[in-house]
């Protein structure tokens, strides 16, 4: 099945730095998300990009779906950006979204 | 447009006991998804549902089933429960199919002592 890996694992900031998580993929993807997991476990819609580039405020996002990956810039990070960030993708013929290991995140103020 | 819920938020049940867990979709919403997550495997697929038909199951054994309704809730049932089936469970609804974009519910957060 496909593989989908997160890099890097662990990533921590001063408050007002930028980043860049990426996301690879093994398969040709349908569907493609990015989330941020909070602390109390719930997983927020960032981007629904299975291609192209989308932004919303301080974050956006680019996947090229040809090359197999998809990147999230996260600008001028604040506290509340702390917690995991999970890529998912489905491929054709399946029912399912294959989840990434996730990107932990912590801002320091 | 009220989100995805799911009931209970936390349950504590016993090993050898049964658990029933339940989904309401966004309204409209007719795919509902579920998966586990736990510290060592991560977000894990459990099974898809869409218009009352389980369409995939993930790698889970027998002791995990779930159902969905006419009005597209769904729930999902774990019988005699091990110790290693502490997890959160989150379900996820989409509007059409699975090809379209996912969204959460906050989870339930099962103990199993």
């Known amino acids: 099945g496909i593989q989908v890996e997160q890099s890097p694992p662990d990533l921590i900031l001063q408050e007002g730095a930028n980043s860049t998580l990426r996301c690879n993929f093994s398969d040709s993807v349908n569907n493609l998300q990015w989330f941020h997991q909070n602390p109390w476990g719930q997983l927020i819609n960032l981007f629904y990009i299975p291609s192209g580039t989308k932004q919303n405020g301080r974050l956006s996002a680019t996947t090229v779906a040809t090359e197999r990956y998809s990147l999230l810039y996260i600008s001028s990070s604040q506290t509340t950006d702390s917690g995991v960030y999970f890529c998912a993708v489905t491929t054709s013929g399946t029912y399912k979204y294959i989840f990434g290991t996730g990107t932990r995140l912590k801002v320091l103020a | 447009k009220a989100g995805v819920t799911q009931t209970p938020r936390y349950l504590i049940k016993t090993r050898g006991q049964q658990v029933t867990l339940s989904c309401s979709p966004i309204s409209g919403h007719r795919s509902v998804s579920w998966y586990q997550q736990t510290p060592g495997q991560g977000l894990q697929f459990l099974f898809e549902?869409?218009?009352?038909?389980?369409?995939n199951k993930g790698n889970f054994p027998g002791r995990f089933s779930g159902r969905q309704f006419s009005n597209s809730r769904s729930e999902m049932n774990v019988s005699t429960l091990e110790l290693g089936d502490s997890a959160l469970y989150l379900c996820a609804s989409s509007l059409v199919e699975l090809y379209n974009e996912q969204f959460f519910g906050p989870g339930t957060r099962l103990t199993v002592l």
């Open positions: 549902y869409f218009s009352e038909t389980q369409r």
